[in-house]
């Protein structure tokens, strides 16, 4: 269950969240299971946070930095993640459907059973990815580099 204040700060807007990331680097924020459907949250500092099961359905996630995030069961459908930092996120059992990944870094991310149907990820990063059992149907993928990704069915 996702800290309160963690959600009230976001909820200011994300430069005031930034300024609190800046301020307290040793805290990792909670959000787990908050419902931030259609939030605009680009360019978000949200590294290393906890997002397990969190509602970010058709949020605008636009360059934010997801690095090392636990984004576990999290719902990202129609979400804009163009240009998204996400090296090293845990996005397992996602569902990520139709969202748009274009220009996402990716590279290290752990994508097991992620539901990817109808995502964009021209051009996106998936180096070193982890993709055992995620669906890609429909997926666009143009341009995408998939160096040394891992895609086996589980």
């Known amino acids: 269950m996702a800290n309160q204040s963690h959600v009230q700060i976001l909820g200011q807007g994300v430069s ?3 300024q609190w990331r800046a301020a307290h680097p040793e805290i990792r924020p909670d959000l787990s299971g ?4 259609g939030v605009d949250l680009a360019k978000v500092d949200l590294i290393k946070a906890n997002l397990r099961g969190t509602d970010l359905t058709q949020a605008g996630l636009h360059a934010a930095d997801l690095t090392e995030a636990d984004l576990t069961e999290a719902n990202l459908e ?5 240009r998204a930092t996400l090296i090293k996120a845990d996005l397992t059992e996602a569902e990520v ?6 220009g996402a870094n990716l590279t290290k991310a752990n994508l097991t059973k992620a539901a990817l149907r109808g995502a964009k990820l021209v051009k996106a990063d998936l180096s070193e990815a982890t993709c055992i059992g995620a669906e890609f149907t429909g997926a666009e993928m143009a341009g ?3 160096t040394d990704a891992i895609f086996e069915r589980s």
């Open 16 to 18: 005031v969240w930034n």
């Open 34 to 37: 908050a419902y931030l459907t």
């Open 78 to 82: 129609e979400a804009d993640l163009t």
């Open 97 to 102: 459907n139709d969202a748009d990944l274009s």
């Open 144 to 146: 995408a580099d998939t």
